[in-house]
C-alpha cells in the first residue's frame, strides 16, 4: 500500500525498483539486492534509495517488511476474490469483487491512517470557526457529505465544487478557520489551486488523498491519506470514495466527541426537524401516529 501510494513521487530509477517489488513481492523478499538492481536494470545504491524514500532503513528491512506482509496476505487468499471485473463474469461475481474490494478498500485505509495527524485535524475542526471543504468530480460527494455531518453538529462548514466560488471562499479565510482539499490523485488542479488560496490566507490547510507525494500535499499543512485500489470499471468515482469516507466518519466522530453535549443535542433537534417527513413505521417497528387529518 505505502509502495504503491508513494511511487509517482519516486525517481525514475526508483520506480522501476518498485515495479519489481509491487510485481513480486514475495520473490523480492528472499531475493538479494543485486538481483533485484539487476531486475530493475539500476544499480545497488538505487535500490538503497529506494528503500530509504519510502521509509525503511535499507534493503535488509525492506525483505522483512514484505515477507510480512506476504503472510498476510496470504492469510486473506481464501476471501481475496481478485479486482478485475472482465465483462464475462455473471453478476453475482460482480457483486462479491466490489464488495471484496470496497471492504479491502476501508480496511487498508484504516491500517495506514496516521491517528496523530488525524487527532491534529480533529483539534483544528473542532477549534476552528469555519471550515471550507473544496472537491471536485467524485470527490464533490465525499466533501458534501462533510458538510452535512459538521453541519448537524452545529459545526460552521461549506463544501464548494465550482471553481470560482471555491476560490473566493478561500479568499476570505482566516488564521482561524480550516480548508479541507480532497483529491484521489491529489494533483486535481482546481483542488489544489483552492488549497493554495486559503493556505496564503492563514487557514489551517488539510489534504485527504490516496497520494500522500502529490502536488496537494505541497500546500497542505496536513495530510491524511486514503488506501484505494482502482481496477477495471473503478475508477476514482468508486473504490476512492469510500476509502475517503471512512477518513471523513473517523474525522466527524473525532470532532463530535470534543463537543459532545451539544453534538448530542443538534443531532436529536435535527432528527426531530425532519422527522414529519419519514413515512410508515418508526425505526422500532411500530406505527407513527397520525398528526392531522
Not at 457483486?95 to 495506514?112: L, M, N, S
Not at 483544528?124 to 472537491?135: C, E, H, I, M, P
Not at 471555491?166 to 490523485?185: E, P
Request: aromatic residues 4%; glycine residues 8%.
Amino acid at each position: 500500500m505505502k509502495i504503491r501510494s508513494l511511487l509517482p513521487g519516486l525517481a525514475r530509477a526508483e520506480q522501476r525498483v518498485a515495479k519489481v517489488v509491487l510485481e513480486h513481492p514475495s520473490s523480492v523478499a528472499h531475493r538479494s539486492i543485486t538481483e533485484v538492481a539487476e531486475a530493475a536494470g539500476t544499480s545497488e545504491t538505487t535500490v538503497t534509495r529506494f528503500c530509504k524514500a519510502i521509509g525503511v532503513g535499507g534493503y535488509p528491512e525492506l525483505r522483512i517488511a514484505l515477507a510480512a506482509e506476504t503472510a498476510r496476505s496470504a492469510a486473506r487468499t481464501n476471501r481475496d476474490l481478485g479486482g478485475a471485473i472482465t465483462p464475462s463474469d455473471e453478476l453475482r461475481q460482480v457483486v462479491g469483487k466490489v464488495a471484496f474490494a470496497d471492504a479491502r478498500a476501508v480496511e487498508e485505509t484504516a491500517e495506514q491512517l496516521d491517528v496523530g495527524t488525524l487527532q491534529q485535524v480533529v483539534d483544528a475542526v473542532a477549534a476552528a470557526s469555519r471550515v471550507d471543504v473544496y472537491g471536485f468530480g467524485a470527490s464533490a460527494f465525499v466533501a458534501f457529505d462533510l458538510q452535512q455531518k459538521l453541519h448537524r453538529i452545529g459545526r460552521t462548514c461549506f463544501a464548494w465544487n465550482d471553481t470560482h466560488i471555491a476560490l473566493t471562499s478561500a479568499a476570505v479565510l482566516r488564521a482561524n478557520d480550516v480548508a479541507i482539499g480532497i483529491s484521489h490523485t491529489g494533483s486535481t488542479a482546481e483542488t489544489v489551486e483552492a488549497l493554495r488560496v486559503a493556505k496564503e490566507q492563514g487557514a489551517v490547510t488539510v489534504a485527504l488523498t490516496n497520494f500522500p507525494r502529490s502536488p496537494i500535499a505541497e500546500v497542505a499543512d496536513h495530510v491524511l491519506s486514503t488506501a484505494a485500489r482502482e481496477t477495471t470499471f473503478r475508477s476514482g468515482a468508486m473504490a476512492s470514495r469510500i476509502a475517503q469516507l471512512t477518513v471523513i466518519d473517523c474525522l466527524f466522530i473525532g470532532v463530535a466527541q470534543q463537543h459532545m453535549d451539544t453534538a448530542m443535542t443538534a443531532l436529536e433537534a435535527t432528527y426531530q426537524a425532519v422527522s414529519g417527513h419519514r413515512l410508515g413505521s418508526r425505526p422500532d417497528g411500530r406505527r407513527r401516529r397520525e398528526t392531522g387529518k
